[in-house]
């Protein structure tokens, strides 16, 4: 495993959603790479810090409402990822003033 593949797991690997061979394979990678091995450790603090500030918050209706939106229209015609691209610069001003 490369460094790159590593880092596109880095989520699923993070939240133990990956099977047991790729686990395995990036352990080996994480072992002998000290770069991986800090993004990993980057990846688990900003992770750790976000599920400590966000299990005190909630999301304002107005964010819930739209995100439930977005994912009704979604539900009703799957579309690749388009709502995605659009969603995430829509949010960011919101999630940024918390
Ligand atoms: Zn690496």
Sequence with gaps: MDC??????LVDYQ????GPELRRDMD???EGCEACAH???ADAALAE???RRLAHRRAPASLTARVERLLAVERA???PR?????L????APALAAW
Excluded: C, M, N, V
């Excluded at 790159?4 to 797991?9: D, H, V």
């Excluded at 939240?15 to 990956?18: A, I, N």
């Excluded at 388009?82 to 659009?86: D, E, I, L, T, V």
């Design 4 to 9: 790159e593949s590593l880092r596109s797991y």
């Design 15 to 18: 939240h133990g959603r990956l």
């Design 28 to 30: 080996a990678h994480l």
């Design 39 to 41: 993004e990993r450790a």
């Design 49 to 51: 810090a976000l599920d």
């Design 77 to 79: 015609a799957p579309r």
């Design 82 to 86: 388009a709502w995605r691209r659009a």
């Design 88 to 91: 995430i610069p829509a949010l």
